[in-house]
């Protein structure tokens, strides 16, 4: 034989015999696993459920009597057939992340425009002392970058203005460990710098509204902003864990999902819902998947949670006559029939810290980095959020005592609603809810009794009663209305909705405006067999998860995604 030939032959059969080898580990290795939510409502808890299946639990997850698994599909056969076992499905997503459109606004001190402070009243409240201290906040997200190792950032997250260390702790709970490369995406940074950097840099006023409180930073997302339900229900868990350990009084969610089922039935929207029964205030965003109606996102779907739309000022801080809603900024109602958002706070370009070398969402858009590199512009209902979550911190530090349902009270009985010259509103009540947040406002306020009126959370958390609200959608025009407490329609202006977006038309923001008395779409409905509010018909994709007990391959959830700068 011809050596060439020889070689050829052995190499060949090298081949085969790797090929064979490889066959061999892959059978050995059996069914491929996935990654599911197990949950219990009673009976076999849901660690032995899985277990008695054959499946791997690979977190504990008691904030929803539940446990994250990695289950083959004759696994997850075997589970569906137990009694009072529900699973969901949990498959990655990657952050949607799009190029900017070319902004209205001029570049140079245009984009480092720092007006959130000033319009919500902090600036007025830092005066009097009022600061976030003895307040922690929990921020759920992709981490928070340390500081002290970036020459950029200096320490302009992590150390309140006395110099003194304000994370209490930067832990990731799906590692089961202290952050090692804490944020390589920087939507968390820049979430935690909205609400707590004392850095003064831009116009002497401190970046972050309660720039005293303490953070927790607790990651769910990884480097290029993708989550799953799993990695976000364990985040909350491990934030309901810690709770007393750490003094946490705030949580702040700056991401969203599409839901896919009742919000009774949302593995994160039970989570939130414990958390506040627990007396932390969960601040979630609305979403950035507007302007058109039903598009509220999980977990801001959640009735009781304070749930945050984005404004701006249009470039203009010096003209409050064209602020208005942003038009990302997602629209309720929820499929509930919930009014959502509850406010709305500065969300369009907002300042705030990031590393411009090292966090892939500054790296993708360089444009809008500042000349230090530190500080970077962002607009979204996260930012939104942030802002709001800053302003809660300074009502609990003016009045510890407050619980959940009261400050959400306060926070929208001192808002202002957005209306046009002629006194008519802006915007409905599905866009804009209260309004624009007035921390000065809110802190003093004295309201009582005005939110989560006629829902009871510990039945809807332990699934023996559930809500629906008050609006409905007229099954011949498509416009969405509110229901008083009579059932009968609402007729007053901002309550009537045929689904449609107005902007740049000059508005003011009119404190005290119809239906800042009562908040009467607080109330809930108790959800029956016969209660459906959108005319006979509830889901507009058929879809629900107690009917079928398996969330589809797109029940994900993932930090907001990028938007044009408003």
């Excluded at 904030?63 to 289950?71: C, E, K, Q, T, Y």
């Excluded at 989570?271 to 977990?299: D, K, L």
């Amino acid at each position: 034989m011809h050596m060439a030939t020889k070689r050829h032959l052995v190499k060949f059969s090298g081949i085969l015999a790797a090929v064979s080898s490889l066959c061999a580990a892959t059978a050995m290795a059996g069914p491929v696993a996935a990654s599911y939510i197990v949950e219990s409502h009673g009976g076999i808890a849901a660690a032995s459920a899985v277990r008695k299946a054959g499946g791997r639990v690979t977190h504990d997850l008691p904030i929803i009597n539940g446990v994250s698994a990695d289950l083959t599909s004759a696994q997850v056969a075997r589970l569906r057939k137990m009694p009072q076992i529900d699973l969901f499905a949990d498959s990655p997503v990657h952050g949607q992340s799009t190029t900017p459109t070319a902004s209205t606004a001029a570049a140079g001190s245009n984009v480092i425009e720092h007006y959130a402070n000033k319009m919500v009243g902090a600036d007025k409240l830092a005066a009097q002392g009022f600061s976030g201290l003895g307040v922690t906040v929990a921020v759920l997200d992709s981490g928070l970058w340390d500081s002290t190792g970036s020459a950029a950032l200096g320490n302009k997250v992590i150390t309140d203005s006395n110099g003194v260390n304000k994370v209490l702790a930067a832990y990731d709970p799906s590692a089961g460990q202290t952050m090692s490369m804490p944020d390589g995406y920087g939507h968390g940074t820049h979430v935690a710098s909205v609400i707590g950097s004392p850095d003064t840099e831009i116009d002497g006023t401190s970046l972050g509204i309660a720039p005293m409180a303490r953070l927790v930073a607790v990651r769910a997302f990884k480097p290029d902003g993708s989550g799953t339900y799993s990695s976000v229900v364990n985040a909350l868990n491990w934030i309901y864990s810690h709770q007393f350990q750490y003094n946490i009084r705030v949580a702040n969610l700056s991401f969203g999902a599409k839901p896919q089922s009742f919000y009774w039935n949302d593995p994160i929207d039970q989570a939130v819902m414990t958390m506040w029964r627990a007396g932390i205030v969960v601040v979630a965003s609305a979403g950035n998947f507007g302007p058109t109606a039903q598009t509220i996102a999980v977990p801001g779907n959640t009735p009781y949670v304070i749930t945050v739309g984005a404004m701006t000022d249009n470039w203009t801080p010096a003209n409050t006559a064209d602020d208005g809603v942003a038009s990302f900024s997602s629209a309720g109602p929820t499929y509930e029939g919930f009014v959502k958002p509850d406010v709305v706070a500065p969300g369009g370009h907002i300042v705030g810290v990031m590393d411009a070398s090292a966090m892939s969402l500054a790296t993708g858009h360089p444009q809008y980095a500042t000349a230090s590199s530190a500080l970077f512009v962002m607009s979204g209902t996260s930012q939104a959020a942030a802002v709001t979550t800053g302003v809660v911190a300074l009502m609990l530090q003016a009045n510890p005592l407050l619980t959940p349902d009261q400050v959400k009270c306060r926070l929208m009985a001192s808002a202002s609603s957005a209306v046009k010259s002629t006194g008519k509103a802006a915007y409905s009540i599905f866009q804009q809810g209260a309004g624009l947040i007035n921390g000065y406002n809110a802190v003093y306020s004295q309201a009582a009794n005005c939110a989560n009126q006629g829902l009871n959370i510990s039945n809807d958390i332990n699934m023996t009663a559930h809500y629906g609200g008050p609006a409905h959608q007229d099954k011949t025009t498509g416009a969405f209305y509110v229901l008083d407490n009579t059932g009968n329609r609402v007729g007053a202006d901002g309550y009537l909705w045929n689904n449609t977006f107005a902007k740049n038309q000059g508005y003011l923001w009119n404190n005290g405006y119809l239906w800042n008395n009562g908040y009467l779409w607080n109330n809930g409905y108790l959800w029956n067999n016969g209660y459906l509010w959108n005319n006979g018909y509830l889901w507009n994709n058929g879809y629900l998860w107690n009917q079928s007990t398996t969330a589809p391959a797109t029940a994900t959830s993932m930090t907001e995604s990028w938007n044009t700068q408003e």
